[in-house]
């Protein structure tokens, strides 16, 4: 397998690379649960996370991932940085290059910042997410969950729910589960779907047609608010035509369909409390094998830092 130096998005890895990965999750994931918490596999490698967009989950299980990996880890932190006296993007990461990092991590609400980093660096950047165009070790993370759970991806089907139009989680999620031979799903309202007439991927528009269809995941969608000049959708009907109410939850139970979300969620809106709490809802597990699936990407990936100059 020929080595690669970054991850930006799911488009750019070979099958070969793909399946890599997700089958060194297991072992990675055996790792962090059981016996040994650490491995010296990046001993003496430095990991740079800079997010300049907020971030819960991803942040922190890149952190506790490379710390599994015995990697030395520095957190930029954007919001008490230069950045706020006015630095570039362009000056920011020149400053960080000189400190001679082996892997940056980043996240930034324009798409293409991570490609425009690996381009003008020997580290190994991994993209946390940019804009809307992109999110790869969320897909990793979730293909890793949905195969835990069923065995297999192929011949699963996934319906993703919600704000699509903004989501990087559903252009790089649905990428990867088509590629592991998965039938993939949109739904949510209208002006918030892209039109998927060449993409291989179907689209309901309400319930009755998604249930009819017989998904094994429902893969629900936070509504981004923040990447709308102006409402898409009246407010207030969003739950009642498109979340997981009480009532919907009530007609899948018992059944072996799982709820799943990226985080973070808005209760009431896309799920009913209930939800959260539901026996087969996979929330919690995406999170832990998060920290699986990005232990397997560090490890996969090759810095040409051996020679910073
Ligand atoms: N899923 C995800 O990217 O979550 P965070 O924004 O909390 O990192």
Known sequence: MKPIKDLLTIGALSDADILSILDNAIAMKEIFTKSVKKVPVLKGKSVLTLFYEPSTRT?????????????????????????????????????????????????????????IIAKHSKAAVINAGDGSHAHPSQAFLDAFTIREKFGEVAGKRIIIIGDILHSRVARSTSLILKRLGAEVAYMGPGPLVPPTAHTGITR??????????????????????????????????????????????????GENLVIMHPGPVNRGVELCDEAMDYSNSLINTQVENGIAARMSILYHLSPQTKNHD
Do not use: C
């Open 204 to 253: 309901f528009t309400n319930w009755e047609q998604a249930f009819a269809w017989q998904p094994d995941v429902l893969y629900m969608l936070r509504v981004q608010n923040e990447r709308m000049d102006a409402p898409f959708f009246p407010a207030g009907d969003y739950h009642k035509a498109f979340g997981v109410t009480t009532e919907r939850l009530e007609r899948i139970a």
């Open 59 to 115: 942040r922190s299980s890149f952190e506790v991932a490379a710390d599994r990996l015995s990697a030395d880890i520095t957190t930029f932190s954007v919001s008490t940085s230069s950045v706020v006296k006015g630095e570039s993007v362009q000056d920011t990461i020149d400053t960080l290059m000189s400190m001679k990092m082996d892997y940056i991590i980043v996240r930034h609400k324009n798409s293409g910042i991570p490609g």
